[in-house]
Structures are given as C-alpha cells and as structure tokens.
C-alpha cells in the first residue's frame, strides 16, 4: 500500500505545454509549461497583470486559451481534439471536465436568493442528480467541513465575507473535485477574517486535495505550498519550492524586487 | 344617472370586461413568453440573428398599436391569414408586447453579476439551469417593477382591440351609449373596470416583489 500511494502522489493530473493567451493582441499568457501533481499546492504569484489569474482560469476553460495544450490526466481541456482551426468542446462534455474541477473566487459569487445549504446543495442535486435528502446530508457534510453547520439555513446577506467564502469552497468540494482552483480567495476579505480560510485551504491540503492557489498572501505561499510559480508579463518566470524563492536571495531579479515590497512591509 | 340601464345592459358589459380580460391575460403571457425567448435568444445567439432580433424590436416599438392591428386583421387575409376578430386580437397584442417585454428581460440578464453565472458553469450547471434556477429567480428582483407597470399600460391598451369589433369593454360601453344616448353611465362603468384591474395588477406586483426579494432582507 506504502508503494501505491508514493507513486499515486508522483501522478500528474494537469499537463499545460506551450499555452497561450491573448485578449486582441495582447499576449496575457504565453508559452506556458506547468505540471501539476496529485495533492500537490501549487501558488501562483506576481504582479498585477502578470496573468495568474487568466492562467488559474484556462485550467478550466473559462477562458478559452488560443495556443497550446491544457490535459487533465491525458483528456485536452475544452477543445475537440485535432480539427484546425479548434473547435471547441460540445457543452455537455465540458460540464462534465468542468465538473471535477472545483473553483473559488475572489468575490465569493453566491447565489444570493439560495441559503447557504441551498447554494451547496445545487449541484449536487441538478448535476449529479442525488436524492434531495442525500443531496442535503452531503452539502450539510461539506458545511461541516468549513465550520459552518450552524450556517446552514442562512442567506449569504446574513453572513461574514469570511463565511460566505467558506460557504463558496464548501459549494466546491462538495463536488468531490479532483483539483480545486482558487482566485485570491482573500483578497476581498477583512485582516481578521483571512485567516478562518486559510485555515480551511491548509486542512484541506493536508486531506492531500490538489490545489492551484493565486494568491499575495506570501505567508500561505511559504508554509503550506508544495512549490510557488512567479509570473511576470505573461510568462512563467519560475517554478520551485517555496524556499527557493522565499528563503535566501531568489536567483531572477523580477522575483526579487516583487518581493522586496512585501519585505518592506514584513509581510515575509 | 339612470341605474337601471346597469340592468339591461349588466350581462353584456360583462361579457365585455371577459372578453377584454382574456385578451389582456392571454396577450400577456404570449407577450411575456415570446419577449423572454427574444432576449434568451438575444443573449446565445450570433450576430446576424441579433442584428434581425434588433430591427424586430425597433419595428413593432416604433408602428402604433393600432396600424399593427390593422395590418394583421385587414391585412392578413392577403396573407392567406384569415382570422376572426379575438383571435386577431390577442395575436397582435402579443407581438405588441414582445419587444417591451424582451427589453425589460434583455435588462434584467444584464444585472446580474457574471461572477455568479461562471460560479454556476464552474460547478457543471447546463445553461438553460442556471437561466431557470440562477438568472432568472435573481431578475425578477430587478424587473418586477417595470413587468408589472407595461402590464398596467396594457389592460388599457385593449381598448384599441374594438376597432376590428372585438366586443370587448370599450365596444360594448360605446354600443350602450349610441343604443341609449347616455354618456356618463357607461364610461363611468367602464373607468371602473379599468381601474380595478390596473389595482389587481398593482397588488400582484407587490406580492410578486415581496416574495422575490425575500432573501435581501431575512437574515438569522
């Protein structure tokens, strides 16, 4: 068994060669390589504009990349495969790529006329077509999991931006995802309400979920990461463990003097 | 004021107001129904489908009523549509309404965040769902007010139907006042019904508005 999960935990789930992105004829990704491991947390940091986050979301399709390759364990992202020009996938089987891969924003995006049990509950009942009362004992479960079952009948309205976004990563891994996406699922919060998510995002990466994390919260990046990617105008500059960038002084000058602004607030 | 003209002419003022509330009711919802597969339609669709869906729009909101009607009634048998007069009526009082409608829908899609619609593709949710279960409970927020006012505009919108002799309200209040040479008594009735389904429209919206905006303002 010890075998077995050593080499579950070397499998890649997500190949990304050669991807490209452009709104127009601006370039915001070009020619990215990334691998992603089972269970691994990757951190995707930078700039502002630097593409993070188009890249997080390529991963699912919602925006379509224009170049390159996106493969969740072997099966191209989004597009038909061969044809050219590409065409992109029918609806139905993209719901059902996107279905295994969970997401989570910076503004939450609740459904707001649902409550909290509701929000959760949705897809399992209208996508995975579960039982109403299966369908409610798992969202309950995955509420649970987020410290909010005694949230259950709230609307968002009535709940903290801290809570609303544990509702949101609850809506996510009720799915049973085998990767989760998470676009600065801080950012919009309040100091103090940062850190009961983050608490939920390391349990859930120490239950071995595998995460891909754009974040400027450097302190998660350092500690919890299993390697940081750092890019800068589109272009994956680097791709290590953590205390390669955070540690001594990082190799690329780009890396460096983003970080020196979080230094100067000892943030790291 | 002559109260037993009300006797004589009671049974035929409210087959009237039937006949004006069936086209009114039946209008509407073919109007309601016709105008959201405009704007869904609007919102999927390719450009030169929008370009027609567009001039559609600006076609029927910029001719009268009554020329509609006309075309449609005196027009239609050159068609090969020959229609009685209801049927006519209610036909064009839902092409009437459409674009008003599709208008009022094309809005209401356009306040709703896009955060919440991607959280719903994110999750497997198909788009008719996330239409039926995501877009459309949260408009209704946004577009009750307007719904139910073009709704109000339309219950005196029928009284045009009485030019292709729909014995509808109007034509049988004028029937009543030509027949008996009284004025006051028949519109009198007639501003009454009027007013008692634009107050019934009213209440509606208000309950309508109520229980759609329940989640903004419940909280545990």
Not at chain 1, 216 to 224: I, P
Not at chain 2, 22 to 37: D, E, N, R, T
Request: with cysteine; aromatic share 10%.
């Amino acid at each position: 068994m010890a075998v077995l999960a050593t080499s579950a935990c070397d499998e890649t789930i997500i190949t990304v060669r050669r991807m490209s992105k452009h709104f127009g004829d601006f370039a915001a990704l070009r020619d990215i390589d990334l691998d992603i491991r089972r269970s691994e947390v990757l951190c995707l940091i930078g700039p502002s504009g630097s593409g993070k986050s188009t890249l997080l979301r390529c991963l699912n399709f919602l925006e379509p990349y224009d170049r390159g390759e996106v493969r969740m364990r072997g099966q191209l992202i989004g597009w038909q495969e061969g044809n050219n020009p590409r065409r992109p996938l029918p609806p139905a089987k993209l719901r059902e790529q996107r279905r295994h891969i969970g997401m989570v924003f910076q503004q939450f995006n609740l459904w707001p006329h649902f409550t909290a049990l509701q929000n959760v509950a949705e897809a399992l009942l209208k996508v995975k077509k579960l039982p109403r009362g299966e369908a409610m004992a798992r969202a309950e479960a995955a509420l649970q999991k987020v410290n909010l079952r005694d949230k259950v009948n709230s609307y968002p309205s009535a709940l903290s931006g801290g809570q609303q976004q544990r509702v949101a990563i609850a809506r996510a891994i009720a799915m049973e995802p085998s990767l989760m996406l998470f676009d600065e699922p801080t950012s919009a919060l309040d100091p103090e309400l940062v850190g009961e998510v983050l608490n939920v995002m390391k349990q859930m990466a120490a239950e071995g979920m595998t995460m891909v994390v754009v974040t400027h919260e450097m302190g998660f990046a350092a500690h919890v990461a299993d390697r940081v990617a750092f890019l800068d105008h589109g272009r994956l500059v680097t791709c290590v463990p953590p205390a390669e960038i955070f540690g001594a002084e990082p190799a690329d000058a780009r890396v460096r003097s983003f970080l020196q602004t979080y230094r100067e607030r000892n943030v790291v | 004021m002559e109260f037993d003209l009300y006797l004589r002419y009671g049974p035929a003022l409210l087959h009237g107001f039937g006949v004006t509330v069936l086209c009114w009711i039946v209008g509407s919802i073919g109007g309601i129904v016709l105008g959201f597969a405009i704007a869904c339609l609007y919102r999927w669709t390719s450009r030169p489908l929008r370009w027609l869906l567009q001039a559609y729009i600006e076609v029927i909101r910029g001719t009268p009523f009554m020329i509609q009607l006309f075309i449609l009634y005196y027009g239609g048998p050159h068609f090969g549509l020959v229609l009685d007069p209801v049927p006519a009526g209610i036909l064009s009082f839902i092409i009437y309404g459409s674009p008003y409608f599709a208008e009022i829908f094309r809005g209401g899609f356009n306040a709703i965040p896009r955060g919440q619609i991607e959280a719903a593709r994110c999750v497997g949710l198909a788009e008719w769902t996330i239409t039926t279960r995501i877009t459309l409970p949260q408009m209704l927020v946004f577009i009750t007010a307007p719904l139910t006012n073009f709704l109000i505009i339309l219950t005196k919108e029928t009284a045009i139907l009485s030019v292709v002799t729909v014995p509808e309200l109007l034509y049988q209040t004028q029937t009543m006042a030509s027949e008996t040479f009284t004025y006051i008594e028949p519109f009198l009735v007639l501003s009454l019904f009027y007013w008692a389904m634009v107050v019934a429209t009213s209440w509606l919206g208000e309950r309508v508005e109520a229980r759609v905006t329940r989640h903004l303002r419940r909280a545990y």
